[in-house]
């Protein structure tokens, strides 16, 4: 050990480190359950599959535990704090009250966790006051994608990544104080073509829905504030003007990264920039299935798993992003975004048209993309913006 070693420090160090927190559990030789509380499950192969944990050598439940021939990891969720608790106090009757069923190889899968790893010993070996225990995976399932339950600096608590729904801060405010100087441009398109109005601001890497005029026939799905995650193709409105390096970065968000995909949301893009505004056509199948992940994101507090299926949604849309509109033709188009000139200060933002009606004439949508573009000049001579 090393020279002036002081375990309460050693302890507050690693405590900065958030761990998960799982139960392993099992069933003994006598067919009771037996469960221990666990910060320090972890992958360590794919081929073959094993996983780790690192009980106490004096642990009295490991004792109980190492006497069964299969176990399983619990992970558990953010809401399942007092059965951890309970689990982790010592004593015979700890799983009274706890519900579970057994899993495929007879080991308790704990009800309401997040997911389950079912697996055989493969070694247990000594590490100091520790034992590595290793696990060939046999059985896993993801039961529900929620947020899980962490163990940081003695106490337990949960990840918060960033809502769907914006907080204020400064650029949003500025943002919003900017759009109410055109609300009544926005409201008078709304009104006079039964559409729904709306203005975004790009915070980072999200569009947020800073002003809203719904006089459209559907209902706008999403709520003022809301945020909305910039994937490729969508957002191309807002990199008009955009350096090569923010390009690529945009590109980069997009699921598939390879050159293929790259070249389309490239060629998307200088469609925007030619045009000065974006489309995208309405195929309800392709729409309903991005507004549903959108949704799911939203409730699982932008889990990343859940953020990774808006992506795939998004890039589903590429084949109704900008479509070339023949004269005479009709169309279903689910939005338009044009690019809102806004001084140096202020985000970038841009003006949206939802809630289109079915079957709309190329003459129809063009005149949406005047009245847009319209509002766009109007705002860009009030405040001296180059368009």
Known sequence: ??????????????????????????????????????GTFSSVSLDPPLIAFFPMSNSRSFAQLRTARTFCINVLASDQEPLCRALATGGANKFDGVTWRPGPLGSPILEGAVSWIECTFEDVR????????????????????????????????????????????????????FAET??????????????NCSVLARIRWDAIQV?????????????????????????????GDSPTAEVDEWLGRAPDDGQERRDLNLALLGKVRDRGYSILAARPDAFNRYQAALSEFELSDRLPRKERLVRH????????????????????????????????????????????????????????????????????AVTGTRR
């Open 211 to 239: 002003l809203a005029a719904n006089q459209g026939s559907a209902v706008e799905p999403f709520p003022l504030g809301h945020r909305q995650p910039i994937i490729p193709p969508l957002g191309a409105a807002f990199l």
């Open 1 to 38: 050990m090393p020279k002036d070693f002081d375990p309460g420090l050693f302890r507050e160090t690693l405590g900065h480190y958030p761990t998960g927190v799982a139960v392993v559990t099992a069933v003994t030789e006598d067919g009771n359950p037996v469960g221990m509380v666990v």
């Open 182 to 195: 055109i609300r009544s441009q926005v409201e008078d398109v709304s009104n006079e073509f039964g559409v």
């Open 313 to 380: 949604a998004a890039a589903e849309l590429a084949d109704l992003f900008c479509p070339d509109l023949e004269p005479g033709q009709q169309y279903d188009i689910a939005s338009i975004v044009v690019l809102l000139p806004t001084p140096s200060d202020l985000p970038t933002m841009a003006l949206r048209m939802t809630g289109l009606p079915a079957s709309s004439t190329t003459e129809q949508i063009e005149s949406w993309i005047h009245a847009l573009k319209d509002i766009a000049g109007k705002a860009a």
């Open 126 to 177: 000594e590490a100091g006051d520790h034992y590595i225990v290793l696990g060939l995976v046999q059985e896993y399932a993801l039961e529900r994608s929620t947020l899980p339950l962490l163990f940081f600096q003695g106490g337990y608590g949960r990840f918060t990544p960033g809502s769907l729904v914006a907080t204020p801060d400064p650029e949003l405010i500025q943002a919003a104080q």
